[in-house]
Every structure is written in C-alpha cells, then in structure tokens.
C-alpha cells in the first residue's frame, strides 16, 4: 500500500487523533457533509488570506493547487531563484513525505527568509504554534533558511474608516520564533509514527474521548460513536456543573441524573431538574404567575439576526464586530390581537441606522419588549454608542426589555428539556405545533452565514431565497416567544 503524502493540515489531524488522519486519508466519505456554518468560515480563511498578501507588494502567488504538487514545488524553486521576488505567496515545499504550502514566505532583510502564517482569528492559539512549527521543520530539511516564523492575526484594536481598508493596521504580527522551535524535536519523531500508522493494514482503534473536540472539532464523531448508547438525562444535563462536582459523580461511576443520591449536595435549580427527572412531570415554580406578570401591553417579542464580518466592512467597526442586519417583532395587545413588524437589509451600505430607525419606529412610545436572552439587549446598547444621534430613542427601549428566557430560568422546567433553556429546546415541549423543522434557515448561526453569503456575488434569485427564509426564520423566533410566553400562562 502506498502511504499517502502527509499535508500540514493532515499531520496537525493525526497529532489530534490518528483515527482522524485515517478517515481524512482513506475514508473521508465517512464525515459529516460541510455545512453553510462550516463553509462560511473556510471562505473566511480564504478571503482574509488574500488580503493579507496585500502586505507584502511584489509578491507572487504559486497557482498549482494540491492536485498538482510537483508543479507548485518547481514554480516555487524557479521563484526563490529570481532574487527580484520579494515574497512567494502559498510555496511548496516537501519533506520526509510532508508537503507543506507556506502563506507567504518574504524574503529577509538579514539573507534567508521570513515564513508567515495568516490565520482569520484575532489570537495565537496553541494549534496555530504547531502548524508554524511543522513549516518550519519541513522548510528547513527542504533546505531553506528559515530565519524568522510567525503568525499574522486580525488586529480587535484596527478601526475601519469606511474608506480604504489599512492592510498594515488590519493585521498584528505574532513572532513565533522562540515558542516554535520548542515544538521542532518531536515533530520528525511523529511523522515517522503517523506514516507508520497509515502503512498498517487496518485502521487503529482509538475511543472518542475529549480529543474529538480539541483544537477542532471531529466530522467523524457521529460515525465514531454511531453505537453508544447515552443516557437519556445524563449528569451534564445539570445546570452549571461545575467540574469538581462532574468529577465526584464520575468517581462514583453515576451517569443518570436520576440515580443521583438524596444527599448529593446540588444548587437548587440543579435539584429541580433532578426532581424533574426522577418524577418525569413538569417543575412550576409558585413565582412564576408574578414572574410572568411583570409586563405591561402590548408586548412586543423582538429577535436580532446580526452577523460579524471578519474584514470590517463598514464605517467605525472593527474585526467581527456583531452587525444588526433584521429584525422581528410580533405585537399582543392586551385583547389577545397580534400584529408583526419586520425589518431585513437587503441594499448596499451599512445595515445599523435605517435598523435602528426602523426599531424606533416599531417599538412605538410603551409597553413591555419581550426578547429571549441579553443578545437585544447588548446590540440595542452597541446602536446607542454608535449612533448618538438616536440614542434617546434607543436607550429609552433598554428600560422595557423583558427577558423570559430568565422567566423559564427560573421557574419552569420539564424533563425533556435534557438541560438546555434554549428557545428550541423549549419551545417542542411548551408549543408541540410550533418548532424549526422545514424552516431553510433554522439556527443563528446559518442565519448570519446565509446573510454574508447574500453580500457576495450570488444571483437575484439564489439572494431572494435567502432573503425569504432570513424573513420566516426571524419571525418564527418571534411568534415563539409570544407562544411560549402563552403556554407558560397557561401553567
């Protein structure tokens, strides 16, 4: 069997888990799909990848992509010859069966070369030390003379202008020289125990455990663990399990949350849901009419859909500052009527003003605004700072929030709830009828990918569909508070 060649992204897979490098190898179709969340942060990496090359004028990009490694091996020997190359953007180099493609490889002041890595996050991570690290060992036996390895960063303290993005200011540079040649020595040791590995005749067995989490998550933890069997209310269910007390119920080899003995010290919601579990009936607290009473009509349920652009995109912002693009608001008077207002930025510009107009406006002058979570909160509070103008009007919305997440927090819970309060959790249990199934977009996160995906290139009609389910997601989340809050009246 021939071993397959070892990529950087390959060897940092089979540092995390040799089962992984196995399925990336050999099996891949075994992974879950790419999804729109998943995607949206590859095309991240990429975008901010090339805009970093912007730094380094001169340079040139080597184009044969991982299907032709020879070729982009000998265009970067044919550059790092021209002496008139300030800087190489993605080199390939290979060693020892490790083919390696650098961001850019910039030609030193000092003779040899400096190796940079770009990465779409604003901070060095332990991962990131290790993929310069492997570079640096492949560059260095390939015979390069690596003088200085780092990584480049988004930059949290650049503030766009809204006029020309400053590619030297958008960007911090992490020098990795000292952290990265700690890691040298054992890396030609694991290479060698990975292809190894991969020369045997059967896949290794290894248990999922906390490493199918660690640095990455793993696309082929639904496979690896395809045959457990779970505890229907295992002890993580518990709220705010801290991990002393985790480790005392493990040491006591107790997985249920309904085998938990009478004098196992727990918080007092963590009893309720272990009350609930045992009993298998809902948990009403006595509070919660009063709790639920502590509005004034009409309510108004308001959802925030808001995305967080890793290039600033307008005036102002910083990197993945969080964008307010839609709004949803259903409004009950007090005879039970309801009404909906919508907002959805669907033109070129920034989304924040006619939003924050449109929010004013729809909020009308009283009555209680019902939201799910501090999210509304803290976006309305970021409208505010940015837009002095309208704060008055803004910050008078402040005084009305109501958060009923904090109401079913603290007063309700039902065993299939399995731990978590989050509204699509909760909803199926309250509201049976109402729920996310069938919706295009069903969670914020695809929701925030979706929106960025509509900024791009993409057809009318591909941008009217996205549009659309942005519109029914957004006012599902709404309407399900209004039913929640219903049902939880009804308790």
């Not at 070369?113 to 993929?131: A, P, R, W, Y």
């Not at 003088?147 to 202008?161: C, H, I, P």
């Not at 911090?172 to 020595?185: E, K, S």
């Not at 989050?422 to 049976?432: A, G, Q, R, Y």
Request: hydrophobic share 40%.
């Amino acid at each position: 069997m021939t071993v397959p060649r070892l990529s950087k992204t390959r060897f940092l897979s089979g540092c995390q888990c040799h089962l992984k490098l196995w399925y990336d190898c050999y099996e891949r179709e075994l992974g879950a799909d790419v999804d729109i969340v998943t995607q949206a942060i590859f095309d991240t990496g990429h975008e901010v990848g090339r805009l970093a090359r912007q730094r380094y004028p001169g340079g040139v990009l080597v184009e044969a992509d991982h299907r032709h490694p020879q070729d982009a091996i000998a265009h970067t020997r044919a550059l790092l010859a021209d002496e008139s190359v300030p800087a190489i953007f993605e080199a390939a180099f290979e060693h020892r069966g490790v083919l390696v493609r650098v961001d850019v490889l910039e030609r030193s002041t000092r003779g040899g070369f400096n190796l940079i890595e770009v990465k779409s996050g604003t901070t060095v991570k332990t991962v990131n030390v290790h993929d310069v690290a492997v570079q640096t060992w492949v560059l260095r036996g390939a015979g390069i003379d690596v003088v200085s390895a780092g990584l480049l960063t988004l930059n949290r303290g650049y503030v766009f202008d809204g006029k020309r993005l400053d590619v030297y200011r958008l960007f911090r540079f992490h020098n990795l020289d000292d952290t990265a040649v700690q890691h040298l020595p054992w890396i030609g040791e694991d290479v060698t125990l990975l292809h190894a590995m991969l020369s045997a005749a059967q896949a290794p067995a290894v248990d999922p455990g906390d490493h199918c989490f660690e640095p990455y998550e793993c696309g082929y933890y639904d496979f690896c663990t395809r045959d457990w069997e779970y505890p229907e209310h295992p002890v993580t269910d518990l709220p705010r399990l801290r991990t002393a007390k985790l480790e005392r119920l493990e040491s006591q080899e107790i997985e249920e949350i309904g085998d938990i003995p009478d004098d196992f010290p727990l918080s007092k919601p963590q009893a309720t849901v272990r009350r609930s579990v045992i009993t298998g009936k809902e948990q009403v607290s006595p509070h919660l009419k009063e709790a639920l009473s502590q509005v004034s009509y009409p309510i108004r349920y308001l959802d925030f859909e808001s995305f967080s652009p890793a290039i600033p995109r307008y005036a102002g912002t910083r990197c993945y500052d969080a964008i307010p693009f839609q709004f949803s608001m259903h409004t009950q008077d007090e005879a039970g009527n309801v009404s909906h207002r919508e907002f959805l930025w669907t033109e070129e510009g920034d989304p924040r003003r006619p939003l924050a107009e449109a929010l004013i406006d729809a909020a009308g002058d009283g009555g209680t605004i019902c939201v799910y979570s501090g999210f509304e909160r803290t976006v309305i509070k970021a409208l505010s700072r940015e837009l002095p103008e309208l704060s008055l009007g803004l910050d008078a919305l402040l005084e009305r929030l109501w958060d009923l997440l904090k109401v079913v927090q603290g007063n309700y819970y039902h065993p299939d709830f399995h731990g978590s309060f989050s509204i699509k959790s909760v909803l199926p249990v309250l509201v049976p009828e109402m729920g996310y199934d069938g919706l295009a977009i069903a969670d914020g996160r695809e929701a925030s990918a979706a929106y960025q995906n509509s900024l791009e290139r993409v057809a009318d009609e591909e941008r009217r569909r996205i549009h659309d389910a942005l519109r029914q997601y957004c006012r599902q989340d709404t309407l399900a508070m209004l039913e929640l809050r219903r049902a939880l009246e009804a308790r």
